[in-house]
């Protein structure tokens, strides 16, 4: 069975500064990965994803994600935010069913 | 514009009351699926569809019906409802299953009383 286990509800941090979004998960076979964010009062938008190949995968809006087989992780990062980078991010993996973690809700302080 | 559509927006309805919720897609995309979502447990997926008259559930298919008679089309059927299904619904769709990136509709707030 496939989950994702995402340990931090919430995350606050000041603009400018890095942040980590951790998401680990667990499948009995090899998935896709990806991460999503929703907006306030909006739908869920694609942040990227990670089939095969390079384990360090780069998405919209400066975030990218590092694919970790060992840890079974695939931690998202941005080195530098903005206000605007305030939203709830979901971690998941597919394959026919689709499994998204509990989410990660980011505050950028000003 | 490609989008995915949802109808209603927002409903409140009783304990009981059959009730539908359309989602529609002008992408061609063959997969489509229904999410409900609750604080603190994130998107859970309740039926999924790889293709026309093809369906199967997700995590969370109790007390759900959902057909796809058309390729476009993949409505949300709740035959009975109660309290517990009180949540925010998403239809999404994609090229196909595994990978493909999914795109959400606006989301349907439905209340059971």
């Known amino acids: 069975a496939q989950s994702v286990t995402q340990l931090d509800s919430q995350v606050p941090v000041f603009e400018e500064a890095p942040v980590e979004l951790r998401c680990n998960y667990s499948s009995s076979v090899s998935v896709y990965l990806f991460w999503y964010v929703q907006y306030p009062n909006q739908g869920l938008q694609l942040l990227l994803k990670y089939l095969s190949g390079s384990t360090l995968v780069k998405g919209i809006n400066g975030f990218e994600a590092e694919f970790n087989k060992s840890q079974t992780s695939f931690h998202l990062r941005k080195p530098s935010v903005h206000i605007s980078d305030t939203a709830e991010y979901f971690c998941g993996t597919s394959y026919d069913k689709v499994i998204f973690g509990p989410g990660t809700s980011l505050s950028v302080i000003p | 514009e490609a989008q995915v559509t949802q109808n209603p927006r927002y409903l409140i309805t009783v304990t009981g009351k059959k009730l539908t919720v359309t989602c529609s897609q002008n992408m061609n995309h063959e997969y489509m699926s229904w999410y409900r979502q609750d604080p603190g447990l994130g998107l859970r997926q309740i039926y999924y569809s790889m293709n026309v008259e093809v369906t199967d559930k997700g995590d969370v298919p109790e007390g759900y019906k959902v057909s796809r008679k058309e390729k476009r089309n993949f409505p949300l059927i709740l035959e009975s409802p109660s309290p517990n299904q009180t949540s925010l619904y998403f239809c999404?769709?994609?090229?196909?299953?595994?990978?493909?990136?999914?795109?959400f509709g606006p989301g349907t707030r439905l209340t059971v009383l």
């Open positions: 999404a769709s994609s090229l196909g299953r595994g990978g493909q990136e999914q795109f």
